[in-house]
């Protein structure tokens, strides 16, 4: 079994397979710097709105360092976050106490939490600033220096931070927070010095993302420093940018500054980390451009469940290393070089080579070749196996990729049409039949992408994946009246805005199990009361709006069930059915009735009328456990338990309807 | 899974040697390509209920349990009805050949399996026992077949339930468009009769060619409907408001799941020269199955746990198990679960499908779909949820609705949400459903518009070299029409339908190693190019896109695609001024400042720096002798592997720099010097992980391929990792 268990965990794992290089080449480092200078520890003057900014932009910035550590813990498990605190009075560095300036080695830098997985106690220290600062303690930390710190030192710390904390991390980010635009003013030497330092960044490979904040009196400008500083890679395509951010410290859009910069953020949050780059998209036969992959759908799980050593001074995790041996009497340990991979086929084991086993994978090198295109309506929605990918074209091989992809984008769009595909992502996967569908720009309220456009690889089942329900007994269709009832309910209960709107459903299960992680790693308390469930229905809004319409639909529905059941089974009222012996020829009887032979008809079948009675000359217990399980699985109840368990589940049943 | 019995009955007559129809393989080998590969069916299932026989007639010897009797002269029963194994299939085939007689009678064969699949199949009790019952006739229709009592036989065939297949060589077969000509009168008369016989059983009568090419369409293995939830489907809260709310009792099946192919497992080579020993086992079908002879052992695991301790030389040491608790992460710490409070961190979530309300059909984007999709139907015994059901389902078709609904298919499940699609089929109606993602599945990065430009000072820009000309858009719209395969296919009446339907469409990689087991299995060949039919998707049909070749030039000429010409290799001497978003030339600031001596600290950065500005190949030199030292000096100094990363990643920036400046040679003394220090222990014990990693990462001997100054086969570089045990390992692994 364990066998198995590994070859499915390999199997969900599909996705995720990329050799090792590229998965370094996945993980991200973050480093927030957080200016703290008089400005930034200014609150907005106070104003009557209750939307209104309160935080000064300091502990806005804290304040959203602190939940996107707490979200990152959740989404990017494995990804590092730091914080850095700078032109602070008192200075801090990794493994120093802090310090005034003199003896510390970056003055009035204060490394709040070092460039690493997010511990727990990394998000106590986040959070008693941001208690402090609620409850209006001062803290002393957040205490500007008294002299101007010297950027070129803020970016030399931040630059040994990543090169010990991080150093072969694909995606090393430094975002740096701040309203100062111009934090050496005339002083050329310091200018220069943090330009240099800059550079070095830039060789090292972090790339800073600046979030500059203004002031309602003060705009702030990139062009007196920052233009300076910042690089960004040409084969990004400069000139294809999104406009850059800006924050006002009183907030903006109807916003407070804190949902910006979390808006902001997030939405850089997850490096922009493609899949897969310089995949040839085939549109038809020798014309081809490149394209990009990204993973813009990703089901969260809880991080793994492992063990961890008790006996020492605090819980660590212990590492499993697998022996791998040989079954039989003597338990001789084996090399991986020693083990092959064999089919079991008629008893017998039909063993394969390496290179037999990588050819029978090989359906050639990575490829989007679309084969044609279809109305995007014979798309139907059971054929669905897996998420899909976002594309996107690059420049990187062929240049117009871009605009062929657009012209492409363009027509799909326009006349609901969709591309299919054999598609081979990477080397060795196996290919699949994928149709191709436009996605177009879509933007929420506050005027945030939150549906990028571009092309969607939509994985289409083959022959073998798909599955039925069996035979099934003649259909029975509702009449126009009661569908029609049904109308006004469907009608009434359209969901905000007529979408499915993820971002309003939080994954309860997720949610619960890091907030309880949290509490027990910070040993808080657990909170009374259910756990928050927001996929829960909102069944009194449901009654209050449709409550009378249901009803108007349940009356009607009575009414047509006794005809039908006098149509089809006769007798005055449909209750004296005999309906052991369905003498309906082209209803195929269910296989459950087999079993019911010896007795006249299975509970299953006999009306709640007829039931009542049956529990009123205590016959329950003449029946089999096994048609009471069935009774109560109909009903939607739990069917475990002892024979009196299960009698006195159905007489409560019995009682209550 | 039922039993199954299926007894072959072949035709072995003198007849079946020779070749017929143009074909240069005997009538008999082209026959058993469709036997044999039915049995290979049953062998890659190898399922203990399973029984496979095999009746041959007009053979030389008679050799059955009805006797030699004239009319079961010339019958062998070949192979019991059993499991079937390798060791049987292998010893099957050396007896199937042609014998030299003609006599024997193909009904009577019949018979002889009848009477082998009676004994099989009747119970202790005397009454015939659940099972599948099949014979397949495979003959070439040229002995003599005796026409008494067919009706009695018929009538017995029913009786038990057999399910009858006949497949002639060479049979006409008009409804699959095949005609012998010249056709013997004899096979003419035993074609009537086998034909009559057949129907009249109920049974399947057809000719080898058909067999043989529908063998060539993938077998789609069948499952049983297999049940996700039962319960109730609600709307509103049945327990507060009964009156108000809707309950339904529902079934919910899965209705797609990706197929994967057979899971190979792991074997070892046999220790201890038991290679010959042949063993045997009892099947549980009271079967004894002797097992071919096997030289392989299965593979076991066994786990051992370590932690990090920085005060041990290794830098870790064993544990025990019993020391050990669950634990989950909470970023990287460690948060202990006691086994009493195992389930704390779960919702404990109670099983429950309800609607959370309804949105159209055209707010919903087919590419949010997380996955599998599931079928909910009503509960087939229940007539007043059937309408029910029946009314909502009609309903969201006739709106044109999806409905959201939350669903936890068992008590202490994970809730999920789906979406719930209208399903109206002449036999049923049904609901389709489809997970959709929860806030914390979307990940939307932002991507620049596809239909404008916006330029560094945020205007939108219509037109620029990456939005598509007027002409580029109106020759991608021509070429997208043309290539249309809504109606290209053809349905069974030759009427044209959709082209690449699911239906047709299998999956390459599940058939391709069923193939190649089989293959390999029967025939011990070499692996082949996958089958026709599992790559006929891969491109588009030759014949659209020969209709449409005009289109499709017009479109390549409007597109103007240039390929990147491969990136020329060596830096010096061109360098490309990197300069931050203002433009600034940082070189002029840096020049004069520049280190001369690169720092362990800012190592990365400054051997950049210093090549950059290299005018020598000594230049070169010395800054690649600088990095090596310190590399060096992190790896000696690191304890247990914490400073690993960090000389790797330096080893990678020498190792990439020296691809870009053509210095193949620098890199391979280094990194050749470097193996030599860390065979000798000269950076420190056991430093074996930090070559795997190096191994991992690729960060070996710059090769020819990789650029043809290097005097590295990349067989040399491959060789160079192996030699890898001479380091000194660590005292456990000995």
């Known amino acids: 079994m364990a066998d198995n268990d590994h070859y499915k965990k390999e199997e969900d794992e599909d996705e995720e397979e990329l050799d090792d290089s590229n998965y370094i080449a996945q993980k991200d480092a973050v480093l927030f710097a957080i200016d703290i200078s008089k400005t930034m520890l200014t609150p907005p003057p106070p104003s009557d709105d209750k939307k209104a900014e309160k935080d000064s932009p300091a502990i806005a910035a804290i304040k959203c360092a602190y939940q996107i550590m707490q979200q990152r813990i959740i989404s990017s498990p494995k990804d590092m976050m730091g914080v850095l605190l700078f032109g602070t009075e008192q200075s801090k560095f990794q493994d120093e106490d802090s310090s005034s300036r003199g003896s510390a080695t970056y003055p009035h830098c204060y490394l709040l939490s070092d460039v690493d997985i997010p511990a727990a106690k990394d998000v106590e220290t986040l959070r008693e600033i941001v208690r402090n600062a609620d409850e209006g303690n001062k803290e002393e930390l957040l205490e500007p220096a008294k002299e101007p710190v010297s950027m070129s030192n803020v970016l030399f710390c931040a630059n040994q931070i990543f090169t010990t904390r991080a150093p072969n991390f694909g995606s090393r980010r430094l975002f740096i927070i701040t309203d100062k635009d111009d934090p050496h003013g005339a002083d050329k030497t310091l200018r220069n010095q943090a330009t240099v330092r800059a550079k070095d960044l830039y060789d090292l490979g972090v790339v800073i993302e600046l979030f500059p904040i203004s002031h309602s009196d003060h705009e702030f400008d990139r062009s007196k420093f920052y233009d300076d500083i910042i690089y960004r890679d040409p084969a990004d395509g400069v000139d294809f940018a999104i406009a850059p951010p800006n924050f006002k410290a009183q907030g903006d859009n109807g916003l407070s500054l804190l949902s910006n910069l979390i808006a902001e953020i997030n939405s850089k949050e997850v490096a922009k980390r493609s899949i897969f780059s310089h995949l040839p998209f085939e549109i038809g036969p020798n014309l081809k451009i490149s394209v990009k992959g990204y993973n813009l759908l990703q089901k969260q799980a809880p991080a793994r469940k492992g063990y961890v050593y008790e006996k020492g001074e605090e819980f660590v995790w212990a590492e499993s290393n697998t022996t791998k041996f040989e079954e039989g009497p003597v338990a001789r340990e084996v090399g991986k070089v020693d083990i092959k991979k064999a089919y079991t086929f008629g008893g017998k084991q039909i063993e394969f080579t390496l290179e037999e086993q990588k050819a029978l994978k090989n359906f050639g090198p990575p490829v989007l070749r679309i084969i044609g295109f279809k109305p995007q309506s014979l798309l139907k929605i059971e054929h669905s196996v897996k998420k899909s990918t976002f594309i996107y074209p690059s420049e990187e091989d062929y240049i117009g990729s871009t605009r062929v992809f657009a012209a492409l984008w363009k027509k799909l769009v326009k006349s609901k049409v969709m591309g299919v595909a054999w598609y081979i992502g990477r080397a060795n996967a196996s290919p699949l039949l994928v149709a191709i569908l436009p996605s177009e720009e879509r933007f929420d309220d506050n005027n945030v992408q939150v549906v990028p456009a571009g092309l969607w690889l939509y994985p289409l089942p083959f022959a073998d994946d798909i599955r039925g329900v069996g035979t099934l007994p003649k259909k029975i269709t509702a009449s126009n009246e009661l569908t029609q009832l049904m109308w006004k309910v469907v009608q009434q209960l359209q969901l905000p805005g007529g979408v499915y709107n993820p971002s309003k459903f939080p994954n309860p299960s997720l949610q619960w199990h890091y907030k309880i992680l949290q509490i027990m790693a910070l040993h808080d308390e657990v909170p009374e009361g259910d756990p928050e469930d927001k996929t829960k229905p909102k069944n009194k809004q449901i009654h209050k709006r449709a409550g009378s319409l249901i009803n108007d639909w349940k009356k009607k529905l009575d009414e047509e069930v006794l005809q039908f059941q006098k149509e089809r089974y006769g007798g005055i009222d449909g209750t004296d059915l005999k309906r052991g012996s369905d003498g309906n020829d082209d209803d195929e009887p269910p296989k459950k009735r087999i079993k019911a032979e010896k007795n006249e008809e299975v509970l299953t079948d006999i009306s709640s009328g007829d039931l009542k009675k049956m529990v009123q000359r205590g016959e329950l217990k003449k029946r089999l456990v096994g048609e009471m399980r069935d009774w109560l699985k109909v009903k939607g109840l739990t069917a475990t338990g002892k024979k009196e368990v299960l009698i006195d589940r159905i007489e409560q049943w019995v009682e209550e309807h | 899974m039922s039993k199954e019995a299926t007894v072959y009955v072949l035709d072995l007559g003198s007849t079946m040697g020779d070749c017929h129809s143009g074909r240069v393989e005997t009538d008999l080998e082209y026959a058993m390509r469709y036997v044999y590969d039915k049995m290979a069916d049953s062998l890659a299932v190898g399922r203990v209920g399973l029984n496979t026989g095999v009746v041959a007639f007009r053979t030389d010897e008679t050799d059955n349990p009805l006797g030699d009797d004239e009319g079961y002269a010339n019958i062998s029963v070949l192979q019991q009805l059993v499991p079937m194994t390798m060791a049987q299939f292998n010893d099957l085939r050396t007896k199937i050949t042609p014998s030299e007689t003609e006599g024997g009678d193909a009904i009577s064969a019949i018979i002889v399996a009848m009477d082998m699949i009676e004994k099989k199949t009747t119970l202790k009790t005397g009454k015939p026992g659940k099972w599948a019952r099949k014979i397949i006739l495979m003959t070439d229709g040229q002995g003599s077949i005796e026409d008494d009592h067919l009706e009695d036989i018929v009538t017995r065939i029913k009786e038990m339930g057999v399910e009858l297949t006949v497949l002639g060589v060479d049979f006409d077969d008009l409804e699959f468009g095949f005609k012998e000509e010249d056709k013997s009168s004899v096979k003419k008369e035993n074609e009537a009769l086998l034909r009559k016989f057949t129907e009249d059983c109920d049974g399947l009568y057809g000719t080898a060619l058909q067999a043989i090419k529908d063998l060539a369409i993938p077998k789609v293995k069948e499952f049983r409907p297999y049940s996700m939830y039962t319960g109730r489907l609600c709307l509103g809260n049945p327990e507060t408001n009964p009156d108000e709310s809707i309950y339904i009792n529902v079934k919910r099946f899965s209705q797609t799941k990706i197929a994967r192919p057979v899971a190979a497992k792991s074997y070892v080579m046999r220790s201890g020269g038991e290679a010959s020993t042949q063993s045997s086992y009892t099947l549980p079908g009271d079967v004894e199955m002797t097992d071919a002879p096997t030289e392989f052992s299965a593979v076991k695991q066994g786990r051992s746990y370590t932690i990090k301790d920085p005060s041990d030389a290794l830098g870790k040491r064993d544990v025990d198990f019993e020391d050990l608790a669950r634990g989950y992460e909470y970023g990287r710490t460690a948060v202990h679960i006691s086994q009493s409070e195992e389930n704390v961190t779960s919702l404990n979530a109670l099983r429950d499908f309800s609607i959370l309300g309804f949105i159209p059909i055209d707010k919903y984007e087919k590419y949010f779909t997380m996955g599998e999709s599931c079928m909910t139907i009503a509960q087939t015994v229940d007539d007043k949820s059937r309408l029910a059901f029946s009314s909502l389902v009609h309903a969201l078709y006739e709106l044109e609705s999806y409905a959201i609904a939350r669903i936890v298919v068992k008590d202490m499940k994970d809730p999920r949400i789906v979406l719930l699609a209208p399903y109206i089929e002449n036999h049923m109606e049904g609901l389709i459903d489809v997970p959709l993602p929860f806030a914390e599945d979307v990940r939307m990065f932002r991507f620049p518009p596809l239909d404008r430009v916006i330029s560094a000072s945020g205007t939108a820009l219509e037109k620029h070299r990456y939005l598509p000309s007027n002409n580029l858009d109106s020759a991608m719209s021509d070429y997208v029409d043309s290539m249309d395969l809504s109606t290209f296919g053809m349905d069974d009446e030759g009427n044209p339908a959709e082209y690449m339907e699911v239906d047709d469409t299998f999956s390459p990689i599940v058939h391709r190693i069923n193939q190649a087991i089989r293959q390999k299995a029967i025939y011990d060949g070499d692996i082949s190019e996958p089958a026709e039919i599992l790559t006929k998707w891969s491109e588009p049909p030759t ?167 290097s005097d590295v086969s990349p067989e040399e570089a491959t060789e160079f990792w192996l030699l890898s045990t001479e380091l000194p390992t660590r005292g456990r692994e000995n």
Do not use: H
């Open chain 2, 543 to 709: 014949e659209l896109v020969t209709i449409n070749a005009s289109k499709l030039e017009s479109l390549i000429a409007a597109a103007d695609v240039k390929k990147v010409p491969p990136k020329v290799k060596g830096k010096r001497n061109r360098r490309e001024i990197i300069t931050p978003l203002s433009g600034l030339d940082v070189d002029a600031l840096l020049k004069g400042n520049k280190p001369k001596k690169i720092s362990k600290e800012n190592a990365i950065a400054e051997f950049k720096q210093i090549l950059e500005d290299a005018e020598s190949d000594n230049a070169v030199l010395n800054a690649v002798n600088q990095m090596s030292d310190i590399i060096r000096d992190l790896i000696k100094g690191s304890t247990g592997d914490s400073d690993f990363d960090r000389a790797q990643e330096n080893i990678k920036v020498l190792r990439e720099e020296m691809v870009d400046y053509e210095f193949p040679g620098y890199y391979n003394n280094f990194f050749k010097d470097l193996r030599k220090r860390l065979m000798k222990g000269e950076l420190g014990g056991r430093r074996q992980e930090f070559w795997v990693n190096l191994k991992k990462a690729r960060l070996g001997l710059i090769d020819n391929t990789a650029l043809p100054t």
